[in-house]
């Protein structure tokens, strides 16, 4: 027996109605599905308030609901006159909580609409887990650990045998060599962590309670300072996982960005893909060829060649103390200030590192950047292991199809 609590939020115009439907529902294996039918709501002929949306909005980000991924049809609602234009709307949506995020998925499917104004809308919950391959990324909960920067600065102390943009790449391939063995040995893991500074901290107040001893006292007070450092690491550590940038960290989110870790990858699962000619490919070898396939006829192109006589007949539109201005060598406060607008849980490079290993550590890393860079601006050249790159399949249609 499973007990499921839906709650439906719905505003109208300044007014806002909870709607709260209680099932218990019989089930077992891998899913459950729950036909729901929505309440129908009229509105009047006025359009919605601004003031409201904005409340409504604000109302779901102070509750850390996350929106629940939708198929099928796209407007739910119709107003089926028969001798007036119809009018089709999407008037109903959902959203989970933290809790039901870390312990599923859950997703809505729009049905056919007969003779309702409403379409019929199934809620499916699952507890799969949608795991692929696992890359290594760099962690920025690293740079709160006190030994993190003896590790950059030991790899980069090293004298420079290659090309300045080239050395980054190699110094970068042993940092990360070097990170996971740190990681292993020297930081550990967090959530073995947290638990054990729990138990010990139960063990010390129960000591404490038996018989009072400043000893004792002064070691919870330090088993507790250690759990608050484990805990602020774990919440970074889901932010970055779940991508989320618009809530800040320190006011305990970390339950909500693991369910948003959860549902992020439930919502760019493919299951299937459509093609261009309306065939379907299930799976993962087939869905994979079919995209290097689609990929491969897009980005190609014919031979071609340039008639070197029609550029001079191009006008220059740049002037030349303009193109002095671009083509000037770069300063290191304006590199740092570029890498510092980058956002600390922006996706990573395909070597693994995101910016922020960069800008935590400026102090050590930044001259070679600044090196690289004014390298590059003068040779134009840049090795075959920075111009590589990942295609991720995100899925933003209905269908899956390919553009």
């Avoid at 893991?189 to 638990?195: D, E, L, R, V």
């Avoid at 299937?272 to 491969?296: E, R, Y």
Wanted: aromatic share 10%.
């Amino acid at each position: 027996m499973v007990n499921i609590l839906f709650n439906a939020v719905v505003n109208c115009g300044t007014t806002f109605v909870s709607l709260t439907l209680s099932m218990s529902v019989l089930g077992c294996g891998e899913g459950i599905s729950i036909p729901f039918l929505p309440l129908r709501i009229v509105f009047g002929g006025a359009p919605p308030q601004p003031l409201a949306m904005e409340e409504f909005n604000a109302c779901i980000n102070d509750c850390h609901m996350a929106p629940v991924s939708t198929s099928g049809h796209k407007y739910m609602w119709c107003n089926n006159f028969e001798s007036r234009p119809h009018t089709w709307q999407t008037l109903d949506r959902f959203f989970q909580s933290s809790d039901l995020l870390i312990s599923g998925n859950l997703s809505a499917h729009a049905l056919h609409r007969s003779f309702s104004d409403h379409s019929p809308i199934i809620l499916s919950w699952s507890n799969q887990s949608y795991d692929g391959p696992r890359l290594w990324r760099f962690q920025r909960m690293w740079t709160r650990h006190e030994s993190f920067k003896a590790q950059v600065l030991h790899i980069w102390q090293r004298p420079r045998s290659h090309p300045p943009i080239i050395d980054i790449c190699m110094k970068l391939k042993s940092l990360r060599y070097a990170l996971k063995q740190w990681n292993s040995t020297i930081f550990g893991n967090i959530f073995t962590q947290k638990k054990d500074l729990e138990n010990d901290i139960l063990r010390i107040e129960s000591s404490l309670q038996a018989q009072w001893d400043p000893s004792s006292h002064y070691e919870l007070q330090s088993t507790k300072s250690k759990w608050h450092e484990i805990v602020i690491r774990e919440e970074i550590f889901w932010k970055q996982k779940s991508r989320i940038r618009w809530l800040k960290e320190g006011d305990s989110n970390s339950k909500f960005f693991h369910g948003m870790v959860r549902s992020n990858k439930s919502l760019f699962q493919l299951s299937s893909l459509k093609g261009l000619n309306g065939d379907s490919f299930h799976g993962p070898a087939a869905i994979h060829q079919a995209a290097i396939n689609h990929l491969s006829n897009l980005l190609s192109s014919e031979p071609h060649c340039v008639r070197e006589e029609l550029l001079s007949l191009i006008p220059p539109s740049i002037q030349d103390d303009t193109n002095a201005f671009l083509t000037a060598p770069f300063s290191i406060d304006k590199l740092a200030s570029a890498a510092a607008s980058i956002p600390a849980d922006s996706a990573a490079g395909i070597d693994g590192f995101s910016s922020s290993v960069f800008t935590s550590q400026w102090s050590i890393v930044g001259n070679s950047i600044l090196e690289a860079v004014n390298d590059f601006l003068l040779h134009k050249k840049l090795p075959a292991s920075l111009t590589h790159t990942i295609l991720v399949l995100i899925p933003k249609k209905t269908a899956n199809e390919l553009p």
